[in-house]
């Protein structure tokens, strides 16, 4: 792949110095890179799946107090951000298509303002962080849930040690997501490094597909942890 | 894995991009409606289309004609089906709690 600068006016058949020796044809190498991003990916849904399970016991052992909890956090921003996600997801497949189509600059602005709502993504998420802190919801020392009406039952309080089991599964969830996006923001400012220097053709364009799967799998996390977590029982 | 077709995918695009965006709309308004029993239901429904949408037109799997591809897919469903189901066979059905 150090070499793999692909000459312009090339026939149709000529060899691809981006095709590795081992692989027999382009679209081998291209499936072949697919498919181990998709077992990465198979081992990361079950990684991810172990907090869902542990969240779906709790949340059915204490739902009272998991809703009062979710009560407040604020689903707005929870909705803008799943907003902004699905906007970004957009853009990688617009960026994929810019290099299957040889549209180098639409590549790279579609790279940057996928960048761009991923960043915007981790600033709505510390703003919420940051309110969870001034409001000590924090587990730990600080914690204070203390008084917080049972929705649908305002005679009840919510147990604040239950709550707090709820905050720890919201933080330990929504960190890890947050910080996939880190490591997605890293891959993409890498793959626009890439484009920038021209690496990227119609036939050779594999890192940018397996990116987005990357992308794209950090987007489906949010969308079950957004009704999740935001959602329960919002209503009055 | 990409559609060779001669034909633009990006209106195919768009559309699974306003699909999605409607779904968060329509999750987060229907969260305010009092359905008892099937607010969850409901909720997971939407997630479950809008992670579908994702997954078939943005990641490119409706089309993929690799079985090998199909085979991990399908394994990585079913072995989160084991964890989340049989977990909550038991823990859902503890009496005594």
Redesign the interface.
């Known amino acids: 792949m150090h070499d793999s600068t692909v000459a312009a006016g090339q026939g149709a058949h000529a060899h691809n110095p981006a095709l590795l020796h081992h692989f027999a044809t382009e679209e081998q190498q291209?499936?072949s890179a697919?498919?181990g991003m998709?077992?990465f990916?198979?081992t990361e849904?079950?990684f991810f799946?172990?907090l869902?399970?542990a969240y779906?016991?709790y949340r059915?052992?204490y739902f009272g107090d998991f809703a009062a909890a979710s009560k407040s956090i604020d689903?707005a921003l929870g909705?803008a951000n799943?907003?902004v996600l699905?906007?970004s997801?957009?853009t990688?497949?617009?960026a994929?298509?810019a290099a299957?189509t040889s549209r180098r600059g639409l590549l790279l602005v579609m790279l940057v303002l996928t960048m761009l709502f991923g960043t915007t993504f981790l600033g709505i998420k510390g703003k919420e962080y940051k309110d969870k802190f001034d409001e000590h919801h924090v587990p730990g020392a600080s914690f204070s849930f203390e008084h917080v009406p049972i929705p649908g039952h305002p005679d009840q309080y919510a147990n604040p040690k239950h709550a707090q089991i709820f905050f720890a599964l919201y933080f330990v969830m929504t960190g890890l997501h947050a910080l996939h996006m880190i490591i997605g923001l890293g891959l993409f400012a890498w793959l626009l490094w890439m484009s920038w220097k021209g690496r990227f053709t119609p036939e050779y364009h594999t890192p940018l597909?397996i990116g987005?799967?990357y992308w794209?799998?950090v987007?489906?996390v949010w969308?079950?942890l957004?009704?999740?977590l935001y959602?329960?029982?919002?209503?009055? | 894995m990409s559609d060779h077709s001669k034909s633009s995918p990006l209106p195919k695009y768009f559309a699974v991009w306003g699909a999605l965006l409607a779904g968060t709309y329509i999750t987060y308004e229907v969260s305010k409606i009092d359905l008892g029993v099937f607010n969850a239901a409901v909720a997971l429904i939407i997630a479950t289309t809008k992670a579908l949408l994702v997954a078939l037109f943005f990641m490119h799997l409706k089309g993929a004609g690799e079985k090998l591809l199909k085979l991990v897919v399908i394994s990585t469903v079913f072995f989160l089906f084991i964890l989340l189901v049989l977990s909550m066979a038991d823990y859902g059905t503890r009496a005594w709690h």
């Open positions: 291209r499936n697919s498919l998709w077992i990916l198979a849904v079950m799946g172990g869902f399970c779906l016991i059915r052992w689903a909705g799943t907003a699905i906007c997801s957009l990688v497949v617009l994929i298509w299957q597909e987005g799967l794209h799998f987007d489906i969308i079950y957004f009704p999740l959602l329960i029982d919002r209503h009055p």
